[in-house]
Every structure is written in structure tokens, then in C-alpha cells.
């Protein structure tokens, strides 16, 4: 069965679903297609968290460094696995270049001003709907067990409070005060008070439901196999459930961007990078806000009735398969900051693939040469938090506004 629209988006996760909610309040009729359903993969058991403090591009040389020893850690954070694909070699090249001092601080200025803004349509959203998905902005706290790495990020947060972050250091007795559950491994904290969570596939299926209320249409159970080309511009999207015609395009498909993106000519720089996450149906304990171990790079969100532990970043290229050895390191490793968590057995475990372009930002524009061929992707560890800027940006860019150094910046031209 055919259908026809103004604006078809490819992708029903959360980059997909805010750039359908503003195109359609502006006014365009959008039809939003998914092979599964709305928050069926990466949005769906993620942390969600809204960062406004995670101003770090992934592209960092510290983590660069200790990436390396990570590789020799089977209990790591990180993992990479070997594969002959031009794309996996490409995309680590491209990293390693932007892992520089001059590339890595504009990375680092362009985050602040995009955590900024998106932090504000967060509020605005939550202002019409934060319930619904247990918006909360109770702050993050920072975790650390070891001095040396307290030390280190206390003198690294005093140039992010003197460009207006909120923020606190807090030594051993200040953080066990905040946070009682914490255990005595516990050295010290970093209380950012701006940063906020919500339920992650909740909030992308309300913002589905808004967009719906606004005119737009989703088509579920439609994988995009290819497309047609007509007059040097994209004409139509060939999914399983029929050729569905088009004016404009986009295709904010996560970790799948790059196959996409390949049919018509452009394999844009986009790895998967594998997290879990493990879902606790009412704990005895729970914090009072989300918590990031630092050294184990674990985040923890409470919410009403359940707690979730998240972990990981595995770059498998698009191999979903559960691994014990590497899902059973995460609790374990939470527990070194919340002794309360060993021994309770998980109500979901889950995993999901975040998009990572090589320098730590999204990717997000027009995608050459196809004149009306838009993309989003690229988000990483980010994607809750500057969803819903990053669709507002989009519906802007599409209605011919000039973003300026902040397009340029973010768009897909730049590799």
C-alpha cells in the first residue's frame, strides 16, 4: 500500500520523534516510519538522563588513554571488537583526530551552548506534560571512590562553574550527608544542580502522542529497504509495507544511519556503541537523584518505583547479542558505591546502541549532494537529553533558517 507526505522521517527514537513533534507544530505534514515501534531501541531502557553538566565530547584524550587500558581490562567500560569493515577503521582514525587539545575545547564550547538550550526546551516540555514521564530536575551527583580522580575533577569543574554551571564539590561527610545510601568507598562528589531524568521510553511515546495531536502520522512495522531517485532528489522511501512518496527526507535512524545513508551514496561516520542497563523493581534503598560512578563509568536513576543501573560501551558494530561476562560486570561494580544493590536480581535487563560520530557531536543538517535529504544522528550517551533541541534545530534548519557557526558545527558536511 503507497502513501504520500510532506516530510517523511526514518526513525521513531527520540531524535526521530522531537524532529516529527516540531516539524508538525510548524505546521508540515510529517509521516514518522519505524521497523519496530516508537522507543523500540536505544530510547527505550537507556539512563535518561538530561545532562546539561556532560559537556565532554566523547572525542577526549583522557579517555583516549584510558580507553587503551580498558582494552587489556575484561571488567573495562569499554570495549572495541576487531572487524574487517573499512567503516570501524575509518571511524577510529577520525577519533583519534579529534582527540586533540584545539578540536577537543571547541567540541567542549559547542556542547555547553547546545546543553544550555536544550536544557531550556526540556523545561518547556516538562512545563506541558513532565508527569507523564517523571520529569525530575533534583541535580546529578558525581560519585568517586578513589581521591586521586576527586582531586582531578575538582580542579577540572572550577572552569565550568566560572562559565555559569551549577555546581558543588562536596568532600566525604558532605556527600554521605546528600546522599546516605552511598557506602563508605565513597570519597567525595560533584553536585550539578541544572541536570535533571525522566522515563526515557515514557517521554519519547508522550512526545509520539503530541506529535500525533499535532496532525502527524506514524507508520509502524515499515523497514526501509531503499529509495527512488527522481530529478537528482529523493522521491520516495521503499519500505515493506509499500513506496511511501515524499518531498523532503529524514532519516534519524541511530546506529542504522549509516546503511541508510550508504543507499544513496554516503556512508556518514557513525558507530554503534553497546550499553546495558539493569532495571530493579522497588529496591530497599534508592538515591535521591541520578548518580554517575565515575570510575566505573556506571550511571544509577531512581525513579517512583524502580531504579536503574547503566553501563557499558561495547563498539559492535550493530551485534545486539546479550554477553554475560560483560552484563554481569556492572553490578558488581555499582555495588563498590551502593552496597545496598549486591545480591538484588534485575525485573529487565536490557541493551541498546547509542550512535557515535568520531568527535563527540551530533550530526544534524542537510546531507549532500540531495537537496531536500536531512539527517540527526550521532548523539552518543546524549541522545535524551539534546533530542528534543536537536528536532527544534532540525525544523529550523528544514524551514531555511542560517544557524550560523552553530550549523556548521553540527552539520553532516563536516566529514
Not at 232 to 260: F, M, S, Y
Not at 282 to 296: K, N, S
Request: proline share 7%; with cysteine.
Amino acid at each position: 500500500m503507497g502513501d504520500s507526505a510532506e516530510v517523511i522521517i526514518v526513525g521513531g527514537g527520540v531524535v526521530g520523534v522531537c524532529t516529527a513533534y516540531f516539524l508538525a507544530r510548524s505546521g508540515a505534514g510529517v509521516l514518522l516510519v519505524d521497523k519496530g515501534e516508537l522507543a523500540s531501541g536505544s530510547s527505550f531502557g537507556n539512563a535518561g538522563l538530561v545532562v546539561p553538566s556532560f559537556c565532554s565530547p566523547l572525542a577526549d584524550r583522557r579517555l583516549l588513554l584510558q580507553g587503551l587500558g580498558f582494552l587489556l581490562d575484561r571488567a573495562g567500560p569499554f570495549k572495541i571488537k576487531p572487524r574487517p569493515d573499512l567503516g570501524l577503521g575509518g571511524w577510529l582514525w577520525r577519533f583519534v583526530r579529534a582527540c586533540s587539545r584545539a578540536r577537543y575545547s571547541q567540541g567542549v564550547e559547542v556542547l555547553l551552548r547546545l546543553n544550555r538550550e536544550g536544557t531550556r526546551v526540556h523545561q518547556e516540555l516538562a512545563g506541558l506534560g513532565g508527569p507523564e514521564y517523571e520529569y525530575r530536575q533534583a541535580g546529578l551527583l558525581s560519585a568517586f571512590t578513589t581521591p586521586k580522580a576527586f582531586k582531578e575533577a575538582g580542579a577540572e569543574v572550577l572552569a565550568l562553574g566560572r562559565k555559569g554551571m551549577e555546581l558543588s564539590v562536596l568532600g566525604r561527610a558532605e556527600v554521605h550527608d546528600l546522599e546516605p545510601c552511598l557506602g563508605p568507598e565513597v570519597c567525595g562528589g560533584i553536585l550539578y544542580r541544572a541536570d535533571a531524568s525522566l522515563q526515557p521510553a515514557a517521554f519519547v511515546n508522550w512526545l509520539g502522542a503530541g506529535f500525533k495531536e499535532a496532525g502527524g502520522r506514524i507508520m509502524t512495522g515499515a523497514e526501509v529497504y531503499g529509495f527512488r531517485r527522481e530529478g537528482g532528489r529523493v522521491a520516495a522511501v521503499l519500505t515493506t509495507r509499500g513506496e511511501l512518496k515524499c518531498r523532503r527526507l529524514v532519516i534519524a535512524a541511530g546506529a542504522w544511519q549509516p546503511g541508510l545513508t550508504r543507499l544513496l551514496g554516503r556512508r556518514l561516520p557513525v558507530e554503534g556503541a553497546k550499553g546495558y542497563s539493569l532495571t530493579f523493581d522497588r529496591p530497599p534503598e534508592r538515591p535521591l537523584r541520578p548518580l554517575i560512578l565515575e570510575e566505573r563509568h556506571i550511571a544509577v536513576t531512581p525513579y517512583a518505583e524502580s531504579l536503574r543501573v547503566t553501563g557499558i560501551l561495547d563498539l559492535e558494530g550493530l551485534d545486539l547479542s546479550i554477553h554475560p561476562r560483560r552484563l554481569g560486570t556492572i553490578l558488581p561494580q555499582a555495588g563498590e558505591y551502593l552496597p545496598f544493590l549486591t545480591g538484588l536480581e534485575p525485573v529487565q535487563v536490557w541493551r541498546g546502541l547509542r550512535p557515535c560520530s568520531p568527535d563527540g557531536l551530533p550530526l544534524v543538517g542537510r546531507m549532500d549532494p540531495w537537496p531536500n535529504v536531512f539527517v540527526a544522528v550521532g548523539h552518543d550517551t546524549k541522545g535524551i537529553s539534546l533530542g528534543p533541541l536537536t528536532g527544534l534545530i532540525l525544523s529550523r534548519i528544514m524551514a531555511g533558517e542560517d544557524l550560523g557557526s552553530l550549523g556548521r558545527a553540527l552539520s553532516p558536511q563536516r566529514f
